[in-house]
């Protein structure tokens, strides 16, 4: 079972790029999936968060009105797209599970992807 993120690089700000995270190995059609990014030398923040219907979504403050989560299920993916890109922005990305069958907010993440590097420039 894989989480396997792709989509990052080094862009300048004010771009836009969209992240996927495929998941292969079994469905997660049913769970929530949520989005995290970790900068060199700090810890790991939440990025977004999607139910399994793909009708709720949950950002934090930093990227409202310029990331949005989405999800395919029939693809057993999720897209994170992010606008308007800042230096602030720079990070690890990851996509992460909550194995719960229709969980609820707030989602608990048990398991992880490797992560994409975005990088992005002055």
């Known amino acids: 079972v894989q989480l396997v993120e792709s989509g990052g690089g080094l862009v300048q700000a004010g771009d836009s790029l969209r992240l996927s995270c495929a998941a292969s190995?079994?469905?997660?059609?049913?769970?929530?999936m949520g989005w995290f990014r970790q900068a060199p030398g700090k810890e790991r923040n939440f990025v977004a968060a999607?139910?399994?219907?793909?009708?709720?979504?949950y950002y934090a403050d930093s990227v409202k009105g310029r990331f949005t989560i989405s999800r395919d299920n029939p693809k057993n993916t999720v897209y994170l797209q992010m606008n308007s890109l800042t230096p602030e922005d720079t990070a690890n990305y990851y996509c992460?599970?909550?194995?719960?069958?229709?969980?609820?907010?707030?989602?608990?993440?048990?398991?992880w992807g490797q992560g994409t590097q975005v990088t992005v420039s002055s």
């Open positions: 190995g079994r469905t997660f059609s049913r769970n929530a």
């Open positions: 992460a599970a909550d194995l719960r069958i229709d969980s609820s907010w707030p989602y608990v993440y048990n398991y």
């Open positions: 999607i139910n399994w219907s793909g009708d709720s979504t």
